[in-house]
């Protein structure tokens, strides 16, 4: 996993691990800030970390990063909170293996501060995004999608706490699904036991993923 502040979505994946709800196995946490909290919520065995700051050359830290990802052989690595931009390098390297939560209902609002311009945007709903990571920021296909109602008090902060849970409901839906082997990626679209995602998937309230496929023909 790739991570650069808390490790909330970390903690939710090691605590459905835990209780055995989720069939994985964390292999390495990985950060571009040493200090990140996320890194202490796994052994120092499985700890990376490099300060990007002090890395004027982004291509080597890059490489750098894909050297120790390549180490743990991971099936499958996901972004959560992670605040660099990956190189085109790096995202070449390991794509269709890449994924990435984002705090909305993509394609709206991409980048960063997606509370806060929901808001202003007056969104009547919001949510978070499950996506496969190309080149482009926050433009991958998406694989899954919850929302919750904006409501008229929301500050950018209550909205944001209010969504973090089901965030987390729907991160750990979907890396089941990857562990599980179910989830691909073809020619740009995010594809499910083989068949094309007509629509993102959308976490329910019992937090189980339900799909609308598109049937290829024979």
């Known amino acids: 996993m790739l991570a650069s502040g808390g490790g909330s979505n970390l903690q939710a994946l090691l605590d459905a691990i835990g209780r055995g709800q989720l069939e994985a196995e964390i292999v390495g946490v990985f950060s571009d800030k040493p200090a990140a909290p996320a890194l202490l919520r796994v052994p120092e065995a499985l700890?990376?970390?490099?300060?990007?700051?002090?890395?004027?050359?982004?291509a080597h830290f890059d490489s750098m990063l894909a050297q120790?990802?390549?180490?743990?052989?991971?099936?499958?690595?996901?972004?959560?909170?992670?605040?660099?931009i990956l190189g085109d390098a790096f995202v070449?390297?390991?794509?269709?293996?890449?994924?990435?939560?984002?705090?909305?209902?993509?394609p709206r609002h991409r980048g960063l501060h997606t509370h806060a311009r929901a808001l202003a945007a007056g969104d009547m709903?919001?949510?978070?995004?499950?996506?496969?990571v190309i080149a482009e920021l926050d433009a991958g296909s998406v694989i899954a999608q919850v929302e919750i109602p904006i409501k008229p008090d929301d500050s950018a902060q209550r909205l944001a706490a209010r969504l973090l849970p089901r965030e987390h409901q729907l991160m750990t839906a979907a890396v089941q699904l990857l562990v599980e082997g179910r989830l691909s990626e073809h020619d740009g679209k995010a594809h499910l036991d083989?068949?094309?995602l007509f629509m993102p998937m959308r976490l329910d309230l019992h937090g189980t993923l339900?799909?609308?496929l598109q049937k290829t023909r024979a």
């Open 47 to 58: 700890r990376w970390s490099v300060d990007a700051r002090l890395e004027q050359d982004r």
């Open 68 to 84: 120790a990802v390549t180490r743990v052989r991971p099936d499958w690595i996901v972004c959560a909170g992670y605040m660099r």
């Open 92 to 106: 070449e390297q390991f794509r269709g293996q890449l994924v990435n939560i984002h705090p909305s209902l993509l």
């Open 125 to 132: 709903l919001h949510g978070a995004s499950v996506h496969f």
């Open 194 to 196: 083989g068949h094309p």
């Open 210 to 212: 339900t799909a609308a």
